[in-house]
């Protein structure tokens, strides 16, 4: 077959054929695969024609579209207000105009983020309706949609909302958290259930990164900012042909590095939240023939770390529960700082170092150190024009590292290398779909889709030379510090100790199988009127082998207790008092001499005091409490089982500017195979059924449009932290009580319910507006065993309380956002350009047991930038301003700690093209 020539395989050159200017500069569409030929010849006829009914000349069809003349660099300077340009998505796999499309959808363009600087996923998510980024470390953040996402993730657990980036599905929330999106064509948002047209089935939507593909045309950019806090920014991006018509490539790098606003008073050079990004990506686009192509794409960030946990200033505990009755207060930091072992290094105290960051917004850790993340993938696309159908493979590889090592936020050696996860992640993904050509009576997408996950997960714990007198009781501490070998006894209860601690298991080896086969039609019942029907079986296996156990024990391996549950250990049984147990073998008795021998230079334990017992029995009290559960290497009870997923959309185009829709979503989440204290803790799957009507109109000589939708989502088995029985520690007990504890579950009943509106106006010359906004109401419509929050952590409280109606975490009522960009020609070919970004919301509880502590007022935060430049984009340079107008509302919140804002940021950045 003879190679076609001058046909590139992107459509950006056509846009300077289209009249009116695009929404923001978009791209004209945002693409998830490359192209083939023939869809591009059937979208370019397409456009031609609308270009025809709304009055514009459309290129010759002779004019190859490589070669397709370019408007004037000085077009949306000069020319009066006008329609709004097309913005074209791949929502529903297929090149289509936004406002044909019967979802709820928004679209971000790169060039918008670009104005602004915002390339992390949070400043993604400040730019379209009813979606949320919910703030934690790098490994438990995740993204909302309509509400729904909010609460934390096991490792085992599939997010809620789903991420795409270059049509592959990342199947773990915290792949979007520590990376710079550069280079970026278009964002999309897509709510409600996903599934039946591509990738992964998601329980409540979607959001769509899509960065700038190869292309024969040849193009290169660059930024550099520079900012406070050390702060400096490169990007680069640029591609072409190797060989023309045949192979194209397209490079991006980025690399950020900055200090965060809250220094370390125990080490100045370690800042809250700094910034250690460096990411590169290249794509090879090769078309031998013009029914066939393929693009392979390489991406990497390298190992880096940002010290995200412990950005935490703290307040006083109260000292009252919420029934009024008297909190004591016996194991507060304030106390545990009020003690000798403490106070002796009198320069840091409570009130004047621990309280409100030392009056200096500080933080004082030890040992925090940085949380390293990286991550590399590889994807290989291929695009084959069959027999007028679309046949497109998508396979891919992403992995993703994470180590974290926390503090408790004292300069004490207490927790050492402490409390965080060590993750290998890897998923290996196998996309085929089948796509009709648009038009007829029917056209129609299918296709298979294979994944398999593997992630090692250890959550470490480990103790430091002060933990002893830190975690020791009064009554412990007070024994112990009476005299030199107490004073032994309760240094060495924990110093050196590590493990893997029940958190909600030692160690997870997680894999994760889930085949799928989708299919949806598009059935043109009239010209007006279409029938969208779709529907995804999927099979999915998942299964979890964990444990719990003690790595080293540090300097005083003979303060183990005998055994931990079926766990046995290598030291001997004794009472609350000391006094040992008959069950002791010989070599366990030989263990508590050498404690006598150690501490108090005994000749054997049954010659220690009664008081030197009881100071043996208190050290080992204090390492039993916080080694906590240990089990051997335990397989969790598999989840196997198959999920079903479909759409019922019909589409009514009233006019050609107003577009009616209804549809009904459904979509369900895979159960969890999950350990709880050792004991499997089977969670069942999530069913998401989601009603939608909606209209996308455009009015004033289509320089404004405006989409909206009312919305209802039903959840049954809503995923997320509940109160369990404790099985194991009701069996070790065995006294005849229940015990509980807090465990990924099943909530019941949510709903989610609301109005969202999108909506662009270019009606004044020089000016666009972007705004969107949505009324949220998301509930629990039967929740009776949620967790208590801590104030009600009062004597006799029940283990857990009925939060039926209650708002869910991390919702607000009502939440806006607008954005606008003004440009305005000067001499000398010179173009002035200001840009804003405002995102508002109102109150929301940051907490996942909604603590009456934890609510967050109201806030807004505004972003501007202002420059000059060239019209033809060759050199731009502008002020970039982040939280203009200093919003201080906290990012969480809890009855004796808040994470304070981020505050405002000034930089300079120089941008143009080569």
Known sequence: MTHQKNTP???????????????????????????TVAELQAEIARLKQIIANQGGAAAPASTPVAQAPAAPATAAAEEEPQALGEVTVRSRNRLERLQDVPLSVSVVTGKE????????????????????????????????????????????QDPSVGLIVDGVNYAYNALSSSFDFTDVDTVEVTRGPQGTLLGKSTSVGVVAVNTRRPSFTPDASYSVTLGQLDTVQARYAGGGPVIDNLLAYRVALSATKGQGDIKNAYNPDITYTNKDRVSGRVQFLFTPTQDFSARVALDAQPRAGETTNSRTIFKPTPAVYSNGSVNTLATDNGTRLQRSWFTQQNKYTYAGNYLYGGGENVVNNDNGRPLVTGSNGATLDLNWNVAGHNLTSISAYKDYHFDASNDEGTPFDINRNSGGFW???????????????????????????????????????????DAGAWFANAGQYNRLYADASGRNLLLNSLDGVSMAFNSPSGTQHIVNKSEAAFAQANWHLTDALTLTTGARLTHENRKNEGSSSIFDSGFAPELNPAQVGAVQLNGFASDAKGGLLAANTAAQLAVADAVARKYFNAASYASLSTAQRQQVADAKAIRASQLGVLFPLTQAQPYIGNLKSFVLSPTYKFTPDLTGYTSW?????????????????????????????????????RSLLLNADLYLMNIRNYQQAVRVLDVYTT??????????????????????????????????????????????????????????????GYAGAAPYRDVTGSVLPGVSKWTFNVGGDYRVPLAHNLEGRASFNTAYNTRYNSDVSLSDYAGIGGSGITDLAFGIGKRDGSLDVSLIVKNAFKNHAPLAASWNSYTPAVPRWFGLSVSGKL
Not at 19 to 32: H, I, K, M, R, V
Not at 122 to 130: C, F, M, V
Not at 736 to 751: E, H, I, L, R
């Open 731 to 792: 069996q070790l007990n065995n006294d005849g009580q229940s015990y509980y504890t807090t465990a990924t579950g099943n909530v019941p009943k949510v709903q989610t319910k609301g109005l969202e509106f999108d909506g662009a106006w270019s009606g004044i010359k020089n000016v666009t507006l972007r705004f969107a906004g949505a009324y949220t109401n998301a509930v629990y419509k039967e929740f009776t065993n949620s967790a208590q929050p801590v104030e009600n």
């Open 113 to 156: 983020l670009d104005r602004l600087n915002a390339t992390d996923i949070k400043s993604l998510t400040q730019r379209a309706a009813n979606v949320t980024w919910n703030q934690g470390n790098q490994r438990t953040s995740s993204l909302s949609i309509r509400g729904i996402g909010k609460q934390g993730q096991t490792e085992a």
């Open 423 to 465: 993750n290998d992640y890897r998923q290996v993904t196998q996309e085929v779909r089948l796509s009709s050509q648009p038009g007829g009576f029917v056209d129609y997408q299918t296709g298979v889709f294979l994944m398999k996950v593997n992630n090692d997960a250890t959550y470490r714990r480990s103790w430091g030379s």
């Open 665 to 701: 979503q459904y979509g369900e989440k895979a159960g969890i195979s999950q350990l709880t204290n050792g004991v499997s803790n089977l969670v069942d799957k999530e069913r998401t059924s989601a009603f939608e009507i909606g209209v996308k109109s455009a009015f004033l000589n």
């Open 9 to 35: 395989l992107r459509l950006a050159p056509i846009a300077a054929v289209l009249a009116g200017a695009a929404l923001f500069s978009a791209p004209l569409y945002a693409a998830e695969a490359t192209p």
